[in-house]
């Protein structure tokens, strides 16, 4: 019998698996590890080799345990082959699984062949966006179909095609970064990373481990199945990247950027690359901006259905001046992308000064900021005006210049869209005086003003009563003695639809001040941002970002340990 082609961990923990349900006995299984490993050979062949067991007996073994069906599969001719396709093939052949024909309902058949995999199920599901439906087949015809597969794959040109993602790459003989493995694993890395909906991928060395992560939700999350070979490959993945990004592949020393663009069902994903030097390779990180992904309506935002017409209003006001405020990452770009979805009409004519764009709009002039070349934001502005425009966005206000012509051109007939980094609304107007606005011109010049966070929601999925809490520490983030005596929270225990974290998809809170008279009157008069603070709650309704946290806290969409992440830091 030839040598079962798997790893020599999944042997091992094949091997075990079988003691546990009593197919073979511990001892023996000690034996055979240790054997096997003196031998350099995989547990699973050495067992087979003792006539304990065979291949059917292991398929049985596991499809009984689990509650799957077992197969047989004897050539790739057994194997549909676009359903084959849906999983990039450099993910099949490194977890030795692969899909082979879709059901009458809809699903797909998986084909596994060992214990070790069935914890992928999930991560195909996401992948593939269909129930997955696990079949148990024998280590020899897994072996037999991949190496089928695998010989089938021309070197020259490749197309990698699955349900998610259409890449046509070119393979040069002379180049490593051009080789079918770093190929397969940056299209695996990137097809995964936009199908988990992640934002951001970072790959990073050190000195003895190199690292991917996938930012998802908001948080950087690890993806361990990629090191081993990431940091083998760790310079021609990243030289694979470069050329994809249209970078300089020999300047290793100076950090780059560029842009890269990859059809995805028929839509284009646009990607921003970062290089940066360190010393111990080249670290890149790449912005996914999947527009698709996005909600790009005011309607979709989750906003109260109050401050929802608020914000309608004042960007449907024919002039006044809008801020979006938050720290890094809290989703202003995105709620500003909505506003101009809503106002981008035919006769309405709408500029945007960006740094960066990330998302082209038909009907929307953007213009990308270069400030190496003096094409700075105040630069941009002035010449906005004299382009006729009725709407300008501004991606951030960060100089006396640039305000200056903000307020003006708010309080003469333009509509203006912009963010200022302040952690909360009422701060908004504090910032803009300290930048040397009059409080007359604030007052008159700003309408409406959005200060926001996102939050990650539990998962519904495994979501359960949270009884580690005290009230000391609910009354610690304002809840009244009696509010916290009787408030239940919930957390996520992680599953798999929520990839273990407990938490699936993310929402905002958004605190919406409106310029009421009232406020006016308080800028007027000098008033602190606590006094305007008391002013908006007390006579216009606000909500701070907080009162909204407590009350997706009490609604049980809401963990402690996110509050405490995202809303108590600020």
């Given at each position: 019998?030839?040598?079962?082609?798997?790893a020599?961990?999944?042997?091992?923990?094949?091997?075990?698996?079988?003691?546990?349900?009593g197919?073979?006995s511990?001892?023996?299984?000690?034996?055979?590890?240790?054997?096997?490993?003196?031998?350099?050979q995989?547990?699973?062949?050495?067992?087979?080799?003792?006539?304990?067991?065979?291949?059917?007996?292991?398929?049985?073994?596991?499809?009984?345990?689990?509650?799957?069906?077992?197969?047989?599969?004897?050539?790739?001719?057994?194997?549909?082959?676009?359903?084959?396709?849906?999983?990039p093939?450099?993910?099949i052949?490194?977890?030795?699984i692969?899909?082979?024909?879709?059901?009458?309902?809809?699903?797909i058949?998986?084909?596994i062949?060992?214990?070790?995999?069935i914890?992928?199920?999930?991560?195909?599901?996401?992948?593939?966006?269909?129930?997955?439906?696990?079949?148990?087949i024998?280590?020899?015809?897994?072996?037999?179909?991949?190496?089928?597969?695998?010989?089938s794959k021309?070197?020259?040109?490749?197309?990698?095609?699955?349900?998610?993602?259409?890449i046509l790459?070119?393979?040069?003989?002379?180049?490593?970064?051009?080789?079918?493995?770093?190929?397969?694993?940056?299209?695996?890395?990137?097809?995964?990373?936009?199908?988990?909906g992640?934002?951001?991928?970072?790959?990073?060395?050190?000195?003895?481990?190199?690292?991917?992560?996938?930012?998802?939700?908001?948080?950087?999350?690890?993806?361990?199945?990629?090191?081993?070979?990431l940091?083998?490959?760790?310079?021609a993945?990243?030289?694979?990247?470069?050329?994809?990004a249209?970078?300089?592949?020999?300047?290793?020393?100076l950090?780059?950027?560029?842009?890269?663009?990859?059809?995805?069902?028929?839509?284009?994903?646009?990607?921003?690359?970062?290089?940066?030097?360190?010393?111990?390779?080249?670290?890149?990180?790449?912005?996914?901006?999947?527009?698709?992904a996005?909600?790009?309506?005011?309607?979709?935002?989750?906003?109260?259905d109050?401050?929802?017409?608020?914000?309608?209003?004042?960007?449907?006001?024919?002039?006044?001046?809008?801020?979006?405020?938050?720290?890094?990452?809290?989703?202003?770009?995105t709620t500003?992308?909505?506003?101009?979805?809503?106002?981008?009409q035919?006769?309405?004519?709408?500029?945007?000064?960006e740094?960066?764009?990330?998302?082209?709009?038909?009907?929307?002039?953007?213009?990308?900021?270069?400030?190496?070349i003096?094409?700075?934001?105040?630069?941009?502005?002035?010449?906005?005006?004299?382009?006729?425009?009725?709407?300008?966005?501004?991606?951030?206000?960060?100089?006396?210049e640039?305000?200056?012509?903000?307020?003006?051109?708010?309080?003469?007939?333009?509509?203006?869209?912009?963010?200022?980094?302040?952690?909360?609304?009422?701060?908004?107007?504090?910032?803009?005086?300290?930048?040397?606005?009059?409080?007359?011109?604030?007052?008159?010049?700003?309408?409406?003003?959005?200060?926001?966070?996102l939050?990650?929601?539990?998962?519904?999925?495994?979501?359960?009563?949270?009884?580690?809490?005290?009230?000391?520490?609910?009354?610690?983030?304002?809840?009244?003695?009696?509010e916290?005596?009787?408030?239940?929270l919930?957390?996520g225990?992680g599953?798999?639809?929520?990839?273990?974290?407990?938490?699936?998809?993310?929402r905002?809170?958004?605190?919406?001040?409106?310029?009421?008279?009232?406020?006016?009157?308080?800028?007027?008069?000098?008033?602190?941002?606590?006094?305007?603070?008391?002013?908006?709650?007390?006579?216009d309704?606000?909500?701070?970002?907080?009162?909204?946290?407590?009350?997706?806290?009490?609604?049980?969409?809401?963990?402690f340990?996110?509050?405490?992440?995202?809303?108590?830091?600020?």
């Open positions: 019998m030839s040598p079962i082609h798997i020599i961990e999944s042997s091992q923990q094949l091997v075990l698996f079988l003691s546990t349900i197919v073979i511990s001892s023996d299984a000690k034996s055979i590890i240790t054997s096997s490993e003196e031998s350099k995989d547990a699973v062949t050495a067992l087979i080799h003792t006539g304990l067991v065979d291949e059917l007996q292991i398929c049985n073994a596991i499809s009984s345990t689990y509650g799957f069906e077992t197969a047989h599969i004897k050539s790739n001719a057994d194997v549909d082959h676009e359903v084959f396709d849906l999983l093939f450099n993910f052949l490194r977890n030795r692969f899909p082979f024909r879709q059901g009458d309902s809809g699903e058949h998986l084909a062949s060992d214990n070790t995999t914890n992928l199920i999930s991560s195909v599901k996401t992948i593939i966006n269909k129930n997955i439906k696990a079949v148990v024998p280590l020899s015809e897994m072996d037999s179909i991949l190496s089928s597969f695998e010989a021309t070197p020259a040109l490749r197309v990698i095609k699955d349900d998610q993602l259409d790459l070119t393979e040069e003989d002379d180049s490593q970064a051009s080789s079918s493995i770093v190929i397969d694993f940056v299209d695996s890395m990137i097809t995964e990373a936009v199908n988990l992640a934002s951001d991928i970072h790959v990073e060395m050190f000195k003895t481990v190199a690292r991917l992560r996938y930012r998802l939700d908001g948080v950087l999350t690890v993806v361990e199945e990629f090191s081993e070979e940091f083998e490959y760790y310079a993945i990243t030289t694979r990247i470069k050329i994809m249209s970078l300089d592949i020999a300047e290793r020393r950090p780059q950027d560029g842009a890269m663009s990859l059809e995805m069902k028929g839509r284009n994903v646009d990607f921003r690359v970062s290089v940066l030097p360190t010393g111990f390779g080249e670290r890149v990180v790449l912005r996914i901006l999947d527009r698709s996005i909600s790009l309506s005011i309607e979709k935002l989750s906003l109260a109050a401050d929802e017409q608020a914000l309608i209003d004042a960007v449907e006001s024919p002039q006044g001046l809008v801020l979006v405020t938050g720290p890094t990452g809290s989703g202003k770009s500003l992308y909505a506003v101009l979805d809503r106002i981008n035919v006769g309405v004519n709408v500029l945007a000064a740094d960066p764009v990330e998302y082209s709009i038909d009907g929307v002039g953007q213009v990308q900021i270069k400030e190496k003096g094409l700075t934001f105040s630069a941009v502005l002035r010449s906005f005006l004299r382009q006729d425009p009725e709407v300008i966005m501004i991606g951030e206000i960060r100089d006396k640039t305000v200056d012509i903000v307020i003006k051109s708010a309080l003469t007939g333009h509509l203006v869209l912009s963010t200022l980094h302040t952690n909360d609304a009422v701060s908004s107007i504090s910032r803009l005086l300290n930048m040397g606005v009059p409080p007359y011109l604030v007052s008159s010049a700003l309408t409406l003003v959005v200060a926001q966070r939050v990650r929601v539990v998962c519904l999925d495994c979501k359960t009563k949270d009884i580690s809490v005290t009230i000391d520490q609910l009354q610690s983030i304002g809840f009244s003695k009696d916290a005596s009787t408030v239940t919930y957390n225990e599953c798999s639809s929520c990839n273990g974290l407990g938490v699936k998809g993310r905002g809170l958004y605190e919406v001040l409106r310029i009421t008279n009232n406020i006016k009157e308080g800028i007027l008069l000098n008033k602190t941002t606590i006094e305007l603070l008391e002013i908006a709650q007390s006579k309704g606000f909500k701070t970002i907080q009162e909204l946290g407590r009350e997706m806290l009490v609604n049980g969409k809401l963990s340990a996110e509050y405490q992440r995202v809303v108590m830091v600020f």
